[in-house]
């Protein structure tokens, strides 16, 4: 059964205009669905302002739906209240993508990570120090560090002690919000395989969010595309780095700079593929930029940018429906 | 011929204590029109080298060692002669283009500001310049987005703005330090493209610095990995991937996510701090290869059996893939 059910969700953002002019609307998440599985690990992924981060912040419950909802172990996250909430914070967890932001400053490690022990009455006082102690050695740091304070430590050993704050309270899934981007490559992997043991060692699920394809790859078992607050292409990991569809996925995977030992290899002439090709398909040198999530365009959002668009892209908004074995969102794949 | 060459460059550090040297004994040559890459970790000396070369590192450091560019030896310029040699015909790109210009002043008088002080153009006439470059890093209705401010453009506009800047007066060298970093890929792939374009129309060099391989194997012809402030290891891009020699570059090639479900190889550890280096090799403490002699005497970076400089007295047994 799915751990984490997202249903319809929207989160519309008021600009504020000056007086006399009608509100707009910032569309940061314009009707999204997903699950995410017990011990699986969902990805979004998408460039920044396309609602990644949104998500996140809505599936916590940091900030509540325009409409939609969270299912979470089947319940509404947004009907929870009393102890029931406090359950519900204790099953989810997130890390941050900036370690020397999201760890207090004055606040020495055992304080961090004692914290959620205490707030949720996990362990006694007196086993306090052994909890932590085993906590840090979870993550791969020493039991020395316990009285030092996060200046003292590199970013991944910051990273290291919020992850360790995370597992803190044994949570059914971690959401995970760019937790690599702020680190060198060779930090990055000793994080990634920390993640992966921890994966195998305590099935918990994440919610990961990034935008580098990358570690999508080699961590993930499903992932969603983001692109202005819409999933355009929803697919199994391996389906999607094999043969991407939808062409903003195209887009995205040959614009990835890469070294040659790397696994995936969708080349830029993935744009010259015979099967996709339409009448004016042909790529545009120059394709754009991502309109701004205020001024969302007509049609398919992705269309202005998109080398294959056709008759209908820029009038009808296309549907996410299945095709080949994954969901997407794209005329061409799904005749309207 | 080259355009630029660097020759046993140190950069240090004034502190209380002892002065604390970031860059050592740097050296390299960057040929006409040829993207050359420098790559490394934060905190290893790129950013350091590259200011070097543009005469603007920040007061409490200091250069020594040669720079030499078409003839003239950088660090023995005075003032006067630096400032008209920058921006004209070195040019130098950043990071986060916002921070680098200037958030009340259009962005046209901005880029012709440039030619104003360097070409000597008339006010009138660096203002028309500054809408063809604009035009030239394909910027859409240049006319009217010369008159816009820094803040009315997204991050991608931003750093075309900052790479119009950069070309106005056609420098021929321009050093761009992590131009895409702060970008998204497909805007990333769009600047790189940029470059390259300007590059050749222009025949400029590029001093290429990143801590994105994939970056490296798809832009640089040649290319130089830093470590602890030192070139580790210098080759062509191809060579580089390939055929690495030294255990730091092999290390980061296996740092990249490769085959699903495989564990990764990271470097263990952490890069040490400038101030407290190991003995010897700086790498012997996180090497994989260390033998004893490594770490008392640091090797030099010379070429074993005809292949590319390594700085590794193993470079001849380690055998790429181990």
């Given at each position: 059964?799915a751990?984490?059910?997202?249903?319809s969700?929207?989160?519309?953002?008021?600009?504020?205009?000056?007086?006399?002019?009608?509100?707009?609307?910032?569309?940061a998440?314009?009707g999204?669905?997903?699950?995410?599985?017990?011990?699986?690990?969902?990805?979004l992924v998408?460039?920044s302002?396309?609602?990644?981060s949104?998500?996140?912040?809505?599936?916590l419950?940091l900030i509540?739906?325009?409409?939609?909802?969270?299912?979470f172990?089947?319940?509404?996250?947004?009907?929870?209240?009393g102890?029931?909430?406090?359950?519900?914070?204790?099953?989810v967890q997130?890390?941050?993508?900036?370690?020397f932001?999201?760890?207090?400053?004055?606040?020495?490690?055992?304080?961090?990570?004692?914290?959620?022990?205490?707030?949720?009455r996990i362990?006694?006082?007196?086993?306090?120090?052994d909890?932590?102690?085993e906590?840090?050695?979870?993550?791969g740091l020493?039991?020395?560090i316990?009285?030092?304070?996060?200046?003292?430590f590199?970013?991944g050993?910051?990273?290291?002690i919020?992850i360790a704050?995370?597992?803190?309270?044994?949570?059914?899934?971690?959401v995970?919000?760019?937790?690599?981007?702020?680190?060198?490559v060779?930090?990055?992997?000793?994080?990634?395989?920390?993640l992966?043991d921890?994966?195998?060692?305590?099935?918990?699920?994440?919610?990961?969010?990034?935008?580098?394809?990358?570690?999508?790859?080699?961590?993930?078992?499903?992932?969603?595309?983001?692109?202005?607050?819409?999933?355009?292409?929803?697919?199994?990991?391996?389906?999607?780095?094999?043969?991407?569809?939808?062409?903003?996925?195209i887009?995205?995977?040959?614009?990835?700079?890469?070294?040659?030992?790397?696994?995936?290899?969708?080349?830029?002439?993935?744009?010259?593929?015979?099967?996709?090709?339409?009448?004016?398909?042909?790529?545009?040198?120059d394709?754009?930029?991502?309109p701004?999530?205020?001024?969302?365009?007509?049609?398919?959002?992705?269309h202005?940018?998109?080398p294959?668009?056709?008759?209908?892209?820029?009038?009808?908004?296309?549907?996410?429906k299945?095709a080949?074995?994954?969901?997407?969102?794209?005329h061409l794949?799904?005749?309207? | 011929?080259s355009?630029?060459e660097?020759?046993?460059?140190?950069?240090?550090?004034?502190t209380k204590?002892?002065?604390?040297?970031v860059?050592s004994?740097l050296?390299?040559?960057?040929?006409?029109?040829e993207?050359?890459?420098l790559v490394?970790?934060?905190?290893?000396?790129?950013s350091?080298?590259?200011?070097?070369?543009?005469?603007i590192?920040p007061?409490?450091?200091?250069?020594?060692?040669?720079?030499?560019?078409?003839?003239?030896?950088?660090?023995?310029?005075?003032?006067?002669?630096l400032?008209?040699?920058?921006?004209?015909?070195?040019?130098?790109?950043?990071q986060?283009p916002?921070?680098?210009l200037?958030?009340?002043?259009?962005i046209?008088?901005?880029?012709?500001?440039v030619?104003?002080?360097h070409?000597g153009?008339?006010?009138?006439?660096?203002?028309?310049?500054?809408v063809?470059?604009l035009?030239?890093?394909?910027?859409?209705?240049?006319e009217?987005?010369?008159?816009?401010y820094?803040?009315?453009?997204?991050?991608?506009?931003?750093?075309?703005?900052?790479?119009a800047?950069?070309?106005?007066?056609?420098p021929?060298?321009?050093?761009?330090?992590?131009p895409?970093?702060?970008?998204?890929?497909?805007?990333?792939?769009?600047?790189?493209?940029?470059?390259?374009k300007?590059?050749?129309e222009?025949?400029?060099?590029?001093?290429?610095?990143?801590?994105?391989?994939?970056?490296?194997?798809?832009?640089?012809?040649?290319?130089?990995?830093?470590?602890?402030?030192?070139?580790?290891?210098l080759?062509?891009?191809?060579?580089?991937?390939?055929?690495?020699g030294?255990?730091?570059?092999m290390?980061?090639?296996?740092?990249?996510?490769?085959?699903?479900g495989?564990?990764?190889k990271?470097?263990?550890?952490?890069?040490?701090?400038?101030?407290?280096?190991?003995?010897?090799?700086?790498?012997?403490d996180?090497?994989?290869?260390?033998?004893?002699?490594?770490?008392?005497e640091?090797?030099?970076?010379?070429?074993?059996?005809?292949?590319?400089?390594?700085?590794c007295?193993?470079?001849a047994?380690?055998?790429?893939?181990?």
């Open positions: 059964m751990l984490l059910k997202v249903q969700l929207k989160k519309h953002f008021p600009v504020k205009k000056a007086f006399g002019e009608t509100a707009q609307w910032l569309k998440v314009d999204i669905d997903f699950s995410v599985d017990e011990n699986k690990v969902f990805v998408g460039e302002g396309c609602g990644k949104t998500v996140a912040r809505l599936v419950r509540t739906p325009t409409s939609g909802r969270v299912l172990d089947g319940k509404d996250i947004f009907g929870l209240d102890d029931s909430l406090k359950a519900f914070r204790k099953s997130i890390v941050f993508q900036d370690p932001a999201s760890l207090n400053p004055r606040k020495t490690v055992f304080d961090t990570i004692s914290e959620p022990l205490k707030i949720h362990t006694e006082k007196k086993n306090m120090k909890a932590c102690a906590l840090l050695k979870k993550v020493g039991t020395d316990m009285n030092r304070y996060p200046h003292e590199s970013g050993q910051r990273q290291r919020c704050r995370a597992l803190a309270v044994n949570p059914k899934i971690i995970a919000d760019e937790p690599l981007s702020a680190l060198d060779s930090i990055q992997a000793q994080i990634i395989n920390l992966q921890l994966r195998k060692e305590t099935k918990i699920a994440f919610l990961f969010i990034s935008h580098d394809l990358k570690v999508v790859h080699y961590f993930s078992d499903t992932v969603a595309v983001m692109y202005l607050g819409k999933i355009l292409e929803h697919a199994k990991t391996e389906d999607l780095f094999m043969e991407p569809l939808h062409p903003y996925t887009l995205l995977l040959s614009s990835a700079p890469k070294v040659k030992t790397e696994a995936f290899s969708v080349q830029r002439s993935a744009f010259s593929d015979k099967k996709l090709q339409t009448p004016n398909s042909e790529r545009q040198p394709i754009g930029e991502v701004s999530p205020i001024h969302i365009p007509s049609g398919c959002p992705f202005p940018r998109c294959k668009r056709f008759e209908p892209c820029d009038k009808i908004i296309p549907e996410l299945e080949k074995g994954r969901l997407i969102s794209c794949w799904n005749p309207y | 011929m355009l630029l660097i020759r046993d460059l140190n950069v240090s550090f004034r204590a002892s002065p604390t040297k860059v004994n050296s390299l040559d960057i040929k006409e029109s993207v050359f890459g490394g970790e934060s905190g290893c000396g790129k350091l080298t590259a200011l070097s070369i543009m005469g590192l007061p409490n450091a200091y250069a020594e060692g040669l720079i030499n560019f078409n003839g003239k030896d950088l660090l023995m310029l005075d003032r006067e002669s400032r008209r040699l920058r921006g004209r015909e070195i040019a130098m790109i950043f986060e916002m921070t680098s200037n958030p009340v002043l259009t046209g008088y901005q880029i012709s500001e030619m104003t002080t070409l153009l008339s006010k009138k006439d660096a203002f028309d310049r500054a063809d470059l035009r030239d890093v394909k910027i859409p209705s240049p009217i987005r010369v008159k816009e820094p803040h009315q453009m997204s991050g991608g506009m931003r750093q075309r703005v900052m790479i800047m950069a070309v106005a007066c056609n021929s060298l321009l050093i761009a330090d992590e895409t970093t702060a970008l998204d890929v497909t805007i990333q792939s769009q600047i790189l493209e940029l470059l390259q300007l590059r050749e222009r025949k400029m060099s590029i001093l290429l610095i990143t801590h994105d391989l994939g970056i490296i194997a798809e832009n640089a012809k040649k290319a130089a990995i830093m470590y602890a402030g030192r070139i580790v290891e080759a062509e891009a191809g060579e580089l991937f390939n055929n690495p030294h255990p730091y570059t290390g980061l090639l296996d740092s990249l996510p490769k085959e699903k495989k564990p990764l990271p470097i263990p550890g952490t890069v040490p701090r400038p101030d407290k280096l190991p003995q010897g090799c700086k790498f012997s996180r090497c994989r290869f260390v033998v004893p002699p490594c770490r008392t640091e090797p030099e970076l010379k070429e074993v059996d005809g292949r590319h400089p390594v700085r007295i193993r470079a047994e380690i055998k790429w893939p181990y």
